[in-house]
């Protein structure tokens, strides 16, 4: 078997280090690409190295630009690639424009796309994002999903549930994997290890880059009035370049600048910025990935967002979704400053993303579907007679896999309640309400 797996951004890269890891480990062939979209690539093969993984096989240097332009210059290098390699799969993490890419030329060549964090929905489709994660999924074959919430999101889309696997999410692997690399390593950013973090108190960590905050004045008020009374606490900003720009523009940088308790830096590296995680009393960022980190590392983390993706972390009561009203921020973030019970609460949610065993699970997948041929994509070859979708109420003692044996059936929704159930195999159906495809 060969494995191929397209990388575009540093996220990707971080949390597919420890499927490449176990795809080492398994003695799989393995085929990386990098689509270069991000940097040159000297930082990129550093930034391989940081993490201990190998260098890509091919990089096609796209560089940035337009989203058309970007993803067109993508999938023509890609296509070279997977022309040459056929790999037997090729795996895409996440919701880049490197993931459509990759995602669209595999299933246009016929080679089987497994989406690792497959599943996760926003529901707000001004998000790039949601565009690039929902058409992967309508590429794939596999469908790596952290949570059951991200599979019944795609069960709401017809996708099968005996395509969907959950697994975790790799985060969890990569933030303990990489944690250690960076304590062995240590602090190496100037800008950080002048502010002394391991003798700090009350870190609030801040990231910010979202368009919807940063390119709105109103948004970008709210937060920086919450930051500018949050005086006991030693907020560290790690700013991202654009969100420098605007808050410039709109002339709110030097008054946060201005601020004792605030230390602006530049931007950190993986590993650096993994320290700060872990040794941060508080969270407030508008970042997605992020909030996995958070509630993996028992940090509290507060949300600059009306809506995520990663709905599990608040309902685990990890993470708390403020936007950007002023004291909606400041009301959470002094409950967790100043009321132990409820901080204790949120560093002790569990983690629905896992134990860090999903590149395990992942791989275990993979060779499972290989080892019984179904790692491909062919024309069907039996002539469907009938098909019909049904509903019933189920009455007897009988799983999902029985039901569907006896009933040459699929499964599509489960309702327990009127709670949405995953069609696990050895799910008892009697009392449920299901919906179904029965096929002739």
Known sequence: MKIAIVLGTRPEIIKMAPIIDEIGKRGIDLVLLHTGQHYDKEMSDNFFKDLEIPAPDYNIHVGSGS??????????????VMIDEKPDIVLVQGDTNAVLAG???????????????????SFDMTMPEEINRMAADVCSLMYF?????????????????????????????????????????????????????????????LTMHRAENVDDEHRLKG?????????????????????????????????????????IIKPLGYLDFLLLTSMSTLILTDSGGLQEEAITLNVPALTLRYNTERPETVTAGGNILV?????????????????????????????????????????????????????????????????????????????????????????????????MKFPASELNLKGMMITYDCFQ
């Open 103 to 121: 995602a669209l030329v595999a299933s246009k060549l016929h080679i089987p796309v497994g989406h690792v964090e497959a599943g996760l929905r």
């Open 145 to 205: 999903v952290p949570t059951e919430e991200s599979a019944i999101n795609l069960l709401a889309e017809n996708i099968s549930h005996k395509k969907l696997f959950i697994t975790g999410n790799t985060v969890v692997d990569a933030c303990f994997r990489h944690l250690e690399i960076a304590k062995k390593r240590g602090i190496e950013e100037e800008s950080l290890a002048n502010l002394d973090i391991e003798n700090m108190d009350n870190i609030l960590t």
């Open 323 to 419: 936007g950007s009203d002023k004291e909606v921020i400041l009301e959470n973030a002094r409950k967790i400053l100043e009321d132990e019970e409820f901080a204790n609460n949120m560093r002790n949610a569990k983690n629905p993303y896992g134990d860090g065993n999903s590149s395990i699970l992942t791989l275990d997948a993979i060779e499972d579907y290989y080892n019984k041929g179904l790692l491909k994509i062919e024309s069907p070859e039996d002539i469907m007679s009938s098909f019909n979708r049904k509903m019933a109420l189920i009455d007897e003692d009988i799983t999902v896999e029985d039901f569907e044996k006896e009933n040459q059936s699929l499964i599509h929704m489960i309702y327990d309640n009127g709670v």
């Open 67 to 80: 989203h058309g332009k970007q993803t067109g210059l993508m999938m023509q290098g890609i296509e070279e």
């Open 223 to 263: 937060i920086i009035g919450a930051l500018e009374e949050l005086n006991d606490m030693n907020i560290i900003f790690p700013i991202h370049p654009r969100t420098k720009k605007t808050l410039e523009n709109f002339g709110l940088f030097d008054k946060l600048n201005s601020l004792e308790h605030v230390h």
